[in-house]
């Protein structure tokens, strides 16, 4: 999805492919489903992630290695659910 679009416009334009593509009125459901899941996975972690990484920044400033390694645990889980890695991926 384009990254200048807004979440409506991205979802919208994930359920306009999905109705180009669905033969049957599961696919369509199935297809939909998909597209709002992935949307909304995307438009949540990823402010997220940004949240986090500001946050690491300025606790690796004030030289908080305690608190650096306990925000790039938070850092590994939002990433493995955004991009679906699994625990045993992430190692």
């Not at 593509?21 to 438009?43: F, N, P, W």
């Not at 997220?48 to 290695?65: F, G, K, M, P, T």
């Amino acid at each position: 999805m384009t990254s200048s679009l807004t979440p409506a416009e991205n979802l919208a334009q994930a359920i306009r492919q999905v109705a180009r593509k669905a033969h049957t009125e599961e696919d369509l459901r199935v297809g939909v489903e998909q597209a709002l899941s992935s949307t909304l996975k995307d438009d949540l972690i990823h402010p997220h992630l940004a949240a986090l990484s500001q946050q690491a920044h300025q606790l690796a400033a004030a030289r908080d290695e305690a608190g650096v390694a306990a925000v790039e645990a938070q850092v590994d889980e939002a990433a493995a659910e955004l991009w679906d890695i699994t625990e045993r991926e992430l190692g």
